[in-house]
Nanobody, 120 residues
């Protein structure tokens, strides 16, 4: 079984920074992809950033140049560094991890979500 622990959200002023962390543990053989999604009230859930185990990254246009996704493969951990935060970044942020367990079955797991609130 694989578990995710997500942390780092909070309240910040516009222009400030936060760093989100998502750590995976358990019966992991290989992680293929880790990603961050967000959902604000009244809006669709959207992909914020994603990274593969080879280091390739993808970002939503709205966060390019401000957010950076990175991974520590040895620790099965992904980070989202968020700089120059704007009120429109306010949302619940969810970590998503996909890969292969030690018994060679696929997994696709979501974190519990962490609230990011950017004051105007």
């Amino acid at each position: 079984q694989v578990q995710l622990v997500e942390s780092g959200g909070g309240l910040v002023q516009a222009g400030g920074s936060l760093r989100l962390t998502c750590a995976a543990s358990g019966t992991i053989f290989r992680i293929n992809r880790m990603a961050w999604y967000r959902q604000a009230p009244g809006k669709q859930r959207e992909l914020v950033a994603a990274i593969t185990n080879g280091g390739n990254t993808n970002y939503a246009d709205s966060v390019k140049g401000r957010f950076t996704i990175s991974g520590d493969n040895a620790r099965n951990t992904v980070y989202l560094q968020m700089n120059s935060l704007k009120p429109e970044d306010t949302a619940v942020y969810y970590c998503n991890v996909g890969g292969l367990e030690r018994i060679f079955r696929n997994f696709d797991l979501w974190g519990q979500g962490t609230q990011v609130t950017v004051a105007s």
